[in-house]
């Protein structure tokens, strides 16, 4: 199933008028740059979602890559080993 948010898809540009008023042309310009604003918009807020997503997946991971979090003793500093060697 795939998902949708209302900032994920783009909103496609307003075809230009096949006229040569100049009312309508300047209404088809602002409507143009409204709709690329939005997209814009749009385009960020997906790039904010994702990124939180994937600092709390990160944040949420039970096992980092850290060497000295390999061994419950902190003597034994990242060999691995959780033996108390004699």
Known sequence: MKWCL????QVPLPDEPDTDDE????????????????NRERYS???DTELKLTVSLFNNMSLVCNPYSLSGDPTNMGTGSTENEG
Do not use: L, P, T
């Open 6 to 9: 209302n900032f994920c898809c």
């Open 23 to 38: 009312a309508k042309i300047k209404k088809w310009r602002w409507k143009v740059k409204s709709v690329q604003k939005e």
């Open 45 to 47: 807020q997906r790039c």
